[in-house]
């Protein structure tokens, strides 16, 4: 694939629930021809990724959170729902779900994510403009190279005999692939874990849950066999649940440093925001550990009884979940006052805590697990502990060393399921791409958390210098640091689904863009401009409210006639505001005057469209697009 095109061409590096995401998005914002190439190393993967895949999620691994809010779209949230319920094809459902009617509140089985994304990713290539095409490559991106016209990248592409890089593989087929802009959606790393060392390889070890092997290790489990469960986070309770729907009546044992279990949401649950005032105390200087802690506990149980008597309406489960939500925009100015060095080991020690308290299980997840736990004779116990070390025995069953707060303690089990998580920090990554950008600065690890790599505000990566290295942009896991720092997104919620929907209209937006303005040779004047434009949306300048409302439209219209439409109207707007702020070289050029303020318009548009501090419910009502023809399917929505 080389530069011998006559359009630009984006590459996204991922085709899981990011990567897929943000080609959408690409596919949909794109007025001009562009090429969208999705790079995926696992073609199981595609439009899945590790979470999503159906080789790694039986039928009773359902979402951690409700149906209705699994749709891609934040501009319309009950899609998926509509999908499961009118589209997907169910023939070769179980009857169990064959005849399920998917509810906003309710539970969705994880598998059929898979169908639902690559059915909306082929609706948006159907619908894109002409010339904007989307191409699906097989391989893996192992080097890159910033040119002054873009990147290089070198893709290891799969063998005849399978991907061309473990042992016994092909030689390696490297190919050479040019890019305008990269994407960067890589998805999670496996983290080794440290207590496993001896058992990595072990028939009786399960170190990836959401493998195809893995699943079946589980599902092929005697019933009698006594299962240790390393983590009680939401993954765990995917195996612990999996086992239990099967029939276990084994022991299994939930193996957690912290001992936190989730909390259930209750029946008819809605996700809602609340505004609370910022928690001051937080504000005061830094002083130590245990005085930090003191003040959020004393700040939070204050919080926490202000939801309770001044929104009755609230369900006490879901209490903590709103204060968490509400804290978020506050959090930023709170950690800029930890340093660095404190801060890290603050994630490490609450980022079990802190996820429990912001989001909690549906029903048909949780239920059976706590049924199991109870009475204390159940087949499901809690072991709060460390684990030390996972070691062999002669029988071929393994021995869980755990050091517990009043002794050690071993189990022996029959199947160890490792949940031990993502590896956080890329400079312990062992994939060549990661070892590679680190290696030449091209991505730098995130100073401030360990967490992920440093970006920019729209996701561009950034060098040692803390300036652009070239045009490209990261999208879900590697921007859980910037996240954390930057909007108060902790953990997983970096590049939850929610996290991923806004990134992915971001730098789409963005990308598209900056390619239109150097196509146009309009890239050195974006800088002036944005000096003045930033007054001109504050004073509601003439037109430029329309304006954006009808880019929100178009950003959020599926059908490419209705797009085309809204794109006309947008562009009369902007043309009929006349004079610009103190910018009186620009302003002798009509093109280059629009050409900027379309800029300045999306990117309003973009702003108001990833607005967090309401429900996506709200967000349509607010931008008025509830009603709006073009968008999609708007008249199912309820309120």
């Known amino acids: 694939m080389s530069r011998t095109r006559a359009c630009p061409r984006v590459l996204i590096v991922g085709a899981g629930l990011a990567g897929t995401a943000t080609a959408i998005r690409l596919l949909r914002f794109a007025r001009r021809p562009l090429e969208v190439v999705l790079l995926e190393k696992r073609p199981d993967y595609r439009s899945a990724g590790v ?55 309710g539970p969705a089985p994880r598998r059929i994510f898979q169908d639902y994304l690559i059915e909306r990713l082929a609706e948006a290539r159907r619908e894109a403009c002409p010339g904007v095409v989307l191409v699906e490559w097989d391989g893996e991106a192992v080097d890159m190279d910033v040119r002054p016209a873009g990147v290089d990248v070198t893709v290891c592409r799969l063998s005849a005999s399978g991907f061309g890089t473990g042992p016994g593989a092909e030689p390696t087929l490297l190919s050479a692939l040019s890019a305008d802009h990269v994407v960067l959606a890589t998805g999670l790393e496996l983290r080794e874990p440290p207590y496993a060392a001896e058992v990595l390889t072990h028939p009786s070890f399960v170190r990836n849950p959401f493998s195809e092997a893995g699943v079946r290790k589980l599902v092929t489990l005697p019933s009698e066999a006594t299962v240790a469960v390393v983590g009680s986070v939401l993954s765990a309770y995917d195996s612990a649940g999996l086992l239990l729907r099967q029939g276990h009546t ?49 700040e939070w149980e204050a919080a926490c009884s202000t939801v309770a008597r001044e929104h009755p309406g609230v369900h006490p ?6 204060v968490a939500k509400a804290w978020e925009p506050y959090l930023p100015e709170v950690i800029e006052r930890i340093p660095s060095a404190e801060l890290r080991l603050l994630l490490d020690e609450f980022s079990t805590a802190i996820a429990a308290f912001r989001v909690g299980v549906v029903e048909y997840t949780m239920a059976v697990i706590e049924r199991a736990m109870h009475p204390a004779d159940g087949p499901v116990k809690l072991v709060v502990g460390a684990v030390e070390r996972v070691t062999p025995v002669e029988s071929s069953r393994l021995v869980v060393s ?15 399921v490792s949940h031990f998580g993502r590896e956080w920090d890329y400079s312990r990554v062992g994939r060549p791409l990661w070892r590679n950008l680190l290696r030449k600065g091209i991505a730098v690890p995130h100073e401030r958390t360990g967490r992920g790599l440093e970006v920019d505000a729209q996701g561009t990566l950034l060098g040692p210098d803390g300036e652009p290295v070239g045009p490209i942009s990261a999208v879900g896991v590697p921007r859980e640091g910037d996240e954390l720092v930057r ?65 929100v439209r178009r950003l959020a219209t599926r059908a490419r006639r209705g797009r085309e439409l809204l794109d006309s ?36 548009a973009v702003g108001r469209l990833t607005d967090v501090s309401v429900t996506p419910l709200q967000l349509r009502r607010q931008l008025g697009i509830a009603d709006e023809p073009g968008t999609a399917n708007a008249e199912d929505l309820r309120d």
């Open 569 to 604: 109207r947008v562009d009369a707007c902007i043309r009929a505001m006349g004079g610009l702020p103190d910018l009186p070289a620009l302003a002798k050029d009509a093109f280059r005057r629009d050409r900027l303020m379309r800029v300045v318009v999306n990117r309003a």
């Open 51 to 105: 979470a999503y895949h159906r080789e790694g999620n039986p039928w009773d691994h359902v979402f951690n959170i409700q149906a209705g809010r699994m749709s891609l779209f934040r501009e319309d949230v009950l899609d998926f729902v509509r999908w499961a319920n009118l589209e997907a094809d169910r023939r070769d459902w179980p009857a169990q779900w064959a005849e399920h009617e998917f509810v906003e509140q």
């Open 402 to 416: 755990v050091a517990t707060a009043e002794r050690r303690q071993s189990i022996e089990a029959d199947l160890v």
């Open 317 to 322: 489960s879901v209490i903590a979940e709103r």
């Open 487 to 551: 909007n108060g997104r902790t953990g997983a919620f970096a590049f939850n689904l929610a996290s991923i929907k806004n990134q992915s209209i971001a730098v789409a937006a963005r990308v598209v863009a900056e390619l239109e303005l150097r196509e146009d040779g309009l890239a050195q004047d974006l800088a002036q401009f944005h000096g003045g434009a930033g007054d001109m949306e504050d004073a509601g300048r003439g037109g430029f409210e329309e304006a954006v409302l009808l880019e």
């Open 250 to 298: 084994g022991r299994i044992h939930l193996i957690s440093r912290t001992g936190t279990m989730f909390r259930t949401y209750p029946a008819g649950h809605e996700h809602g925001v609340l505004r609370l005032p910022c928690p001051r105390a937080l504000l005061e200087p830094y002083r130590n550990r245990e005085e930090f802690v003191a003040r959020v506990r004393s």
